[in-house]
């Protein structure tokens, strides 16, 4: 990291949760015009995203204020980029093609691209959270995920 940068506030890791936590802040609004049944997932998953984010903030302010060097953030950083382009890409598709094929395809995309090579691992992986996520929100719960535009008419 550079000796340019003497402010903490500007420590790669800060920043990232900054950004994380004021993403989150601006998903969770349109989250309560949902039912609901249909908030509870989102506006979880992005409270959890913002206790997390502030969570890395407050440890990364105490290293900076021990005196500690920042680390480097990301050692791959075109494979974090393809993973983020990746999801959205994710993000169009489950508009388009519908949420169980965009995420059948994405989930081994993305492993693939953080680095987990093996076939049958991949596939009892996808298997798995597609499953899950099946059972757990269109069986037990009724709740339908986008079907896409491609195939409703």
């Known amino acids: 990291?550079?000796?340019?940068?003497?402010?903490?506030?500007?420590?790669?890791?800060?920043?990232?949760?900054?950004g994380i936590a004021l993403i989150a802040v601006g998903l969770l609004f349109p989250?309560?015009?949902?039912?609901?049944?249909?908030?509870?997932?989102?506006a979880a998953m992005l409270i959890s995203l913002l206790v997390c984010s502030v969570i890395l903030m407050v440890v990364?302010?105490?290293?900076?204020?021990?005196?500690?060097?920042?680390q480097q953030v990301v050692e791959a950083p075109r494979r974090v980029l393809g993973a983020f382009l990746l999801i959205l890409i994710y993000a169009l598709s489950v508009d388009f093609i519908g949420f169980y094929i965009s995420t059948t395809?994405?989930?081994?995309?993305?492993?693939?691209?953080?680095?987990?090579?093996?076939?049958?691992?991949?596939?009892?992986?996808?298997?798995?959270?597609?499953?899950?996520?099946?059972?757990?929100?269109?069986?037990a719960m009724s709740q339908q995920f986008p079907t896409g535009r491609l195939w409703s008419n």
């Not at 402010?7 to 920043?15: G, Q």
């Open 60 to 70: 990364d302010q105490r290293k900076g204020s021990a005196g500690e060097t920042p």
């Open 1 to 18: 990291m550079s000796k340019l940068i003497k402010h903490r506030l500007l420590r790669a890791e800060t920043l990232t949760a900054i």
């Open 105 to 139: 395809l994405t989930v081994p995309l993305v492993a693939y691209a953080f680095g987990y090579r093996r076939p049958l691992g991949l596939a009892i992986a996808t298997f798995i959270v597609v499953a899950s996520i099946y059972l757990i929100f269109s069986f």
């Open 31 to 42: 989250t309560t015009k949902l039912a609901p049944l249909s908030a509870l997932l989102p």
